[in-house]
């Protein structure tokens, strides 16, 4: 039986980060930062801090500036 470290591991965690935000004047929603930090950093390592290790980042306006 694979624990649970083992699947966390081997889990892929989707981020939707596409979208444009238009009541934000089109700024790139997972690039805005709070405190200095873009919300897609604070969401990777908050996810990484708990074992997750496989990302795919599907961005569709702006992934540019996102990679």
Request: glycine share 10%.
């Amino acid at each position: 039986m694979i624990d649970e470290l083992d699947e966390i591991k081997n889990t892929q965690v989707n981020l939707l980060v596409g979208g444009k935000a238009k009541r934000m004047n089109g700024e790139i929603k997972c690039m805005k930062e709070i405190n200095g930090i873009p919300l897609i950093e604070r969401t990777l390592k908050q996810y990484t801090s708990h074992g997750f290790k496989k990302f795919n980042i599907l961005a569709g306006h702006g992934h540019d500036q996102v990679e």
